[in-house]
């Protein structure tokens, strides 16, 4: 998954954040040393820290349709575009080789659209300082260049979930952090006996197919942000979070659709052995339905029934059937690393 942003907001930075925790240790310790991309005509350091990570990007936001706003990033050290489509509890995006230039993006996302753009300065730089607590390694202060991106900004989406057509975007190059106007601020928070309570939970996990995975996991941690948007947010110990992952190639293009929703400790309910549960889909967001889990005698699992989740570009897609495990998120987490350790030996 794409560093360079922020991965997303609200519901999808929990899930954004449940997915480096549920990766291996290593991964998620993040870098030791500085990251400083190669083109310092784009972003200039003026001074190296060391185990300080830098970030460097071209960034502009434009409005689409259907509530979704669309953000083109990439390195001008490197050959990456990556286009995020975000909606409230919806998030697609998609990852290309493109043309960048210290100042200048271009990419072909074939039948998707096309972004050709130059970076017009305004001669106005923002500087953020960036809360410790929040954003380890990191520098105190990151900045940015800001702007207009001028040119051809192409994006339908599949199925018409959003469009937008634009000659011109306001964005930045610089941090992603300092590019964006929105303040920062400490969006995860989670003390040690809450990080305990989480592991020990129990979680239900599905893979209907290679590719799409689902889960609905308890979660203890504070998301300010999500406590001014839910209206009738569940007391915390009682929050349940559902959240859809799809990942796909389509010619060259590689696309990651994501979906978030918040339910409350009912919509999971499971026996003491672990042998059967019933998974219901909150009243409100992009799940729907309810299945049913079962462990047969000889350790084969199942997951039946109607649930589902709207996902952005493929519409109503099933999450039952295939595989599927109840556990505590600890032991999820387990199951994952040596998944992974797995598939590094092939």
């Known amino acids: 998954m794409a560093t360079r942003r922020r991965c997303c907001r609200g519901l999808l930075a929990l899930a954004c954040l449940t997915l480096l925790l549920m990766a291996p240790s ?16 784009a972003c200039p350091i003026r001074h190296i820290i060391l185990s300080v990570s830098y970030v460097c990007a071209e ?5 689409g349709t259907d509530g979704y706003t669309i953000t083109v990033s990439a ?8 286009l995020s489509a975000e909606a409230p509890g919806a998030n697609a995006l998609y990852m290309v080789k493109g043309k960048v230039t210290p100042n200048s993006i271009r990419a072909n996302l074939g039948k998707l659209g096309r972004i050709a753009v130059h970076f017009v300065p305004s ?6 300082k960036v809360p410790p607590k929040c954003l380890k390694n990191r520098p105190p202060s990151v900045s940015a260049r800001l702007g207009h991106f001028v040119g051809t900004i192409d994006f339908h ?25 929105e303040k920062i601020q400490c969006e995860f928070s989670q003390s040690k006996s809450e990080r305990r309570r989480e592991q020990e939970s129990v979680a239900l996990q599905g893979s209907p197919r290679k590719g799409l995975s689902f889960t609905a996991s308890p979660f203890f941690a504070k998301l300010p942000s999500l406590a001014k948007k839910v ?11 559902f959240f859809a992952f799809a990942y796909e190639k389509a010619g060259k ?18 026996d003491d052995s672990l042998t059967t549960a019933t998974v219901s889909a909150p009243a409100a967001g992009p799940f729907s339905g309810s299945a049913g889990f079962v462990r047969a005698a000889d350790g084969s699992t199942s997951l039946t029934g109607t649930l589902a989740v709207e996902l952005p570009g493929l519409g109503t897609v099933a999450l039952t059937g295939g595989e599927a495990e109840l556990a505590t998120q600890a ?10 350790a797995e598939e590094l030996k092939k």
């Open 26 to 41: 290593a991964a998620a310790a993040g870098p030791t040393h500085p990251i400083v991309s190669p083109s310092e005509e």
């Open 157 to 181: 989406g599949e199925r018409g979930y959003t469009k937008v057509r634009a000659r011109s975007a306001a964005g930045g190059i610089g941090d992603p952090l300092a590019v964006s106007r």
């Open 253 to 270: 293009i590689t696309i990651i659709r994501s979906a978030g929703a918040l339910g409350e400790s009912r919509n999971l309910l499971y």
């Open 123 to 128: 001669g106005r730089e923002r500087t953020v």
């Open 59 to 63: 960034e502009f936001t434009v409005q």
């Open 75 to 82: 390195d001008p050290g490197f050959g990456e575009v990556e």
């Open 231 to 241: 209206r009738h947010l569940p007391p915390r110990g009682d929050r349940l979070l």
């Open 331 to 340: 032991t999820l987490k387990k199951q994952l690393e040596e998944k992974l």
